[in-house]
Nanobody, 114 residues
Framework: QVQLVESGGGLVQPGGSLRLSCIAS????????LGWYRQAPGKQRELVAS???????NYTDSVKGRFTISRDDAKNAVYLQMASLKPEDTAVYYC????????WGQGTQVTVSS
């Protein structure tokens, strides 16, 4: 059974930082493209950052320079370090793994508010 479990969300003030974690089980983790998506209320889910099996990272323009995606294949983990958070970063953040098949985590809420 495949599981992706996110953690690390919460309430943070503007300008603050959070680190999201996603731990996977049931897949050959190192082969997968990994991604973090987010969905704000009333908006479509969007790709925030992705990292290939070879460690190449890509980011949507709105988070470049503020967010960092990383992976630890030994721990079956992918992380999203978020800094200089803004209210518009408020969303449910989802972990995604893709390699022939696609798997999703259950999501973790990130709220940026004073």
């Amino acid at each position: 059974q495949v599981q992706l479990v996110e953690s690390g969300g919460g309430l943070v003030q503007p300008g603050g930082s959070l680190r999201l974690s996603c731990i996977a089980s049931g897949i050959s983790f190192s082969r997968y493209m990994l991604g973090w998506y987010r969905q704000a209320p009333g908006k479509q889910r969007e790709l925030v950052a992705s990292i290939s099996s070879g460690g190449i990272a890509n980011y949507t323009d709105s988070v470049k320079g503020r967010f960092t995606i990383s992976r630890d294949d030994a721990k079956n983990a992918v992380y999203l370090q978020m800094a200089s958070l803004k209210p518009e970063d408020t969303a449910v953040y989802y972990c995604n793994a893709h390699w022939f098949q696609t798997y999703w985590g259950q999501g973790t809420q990130v709220t940026v508010s004073s």
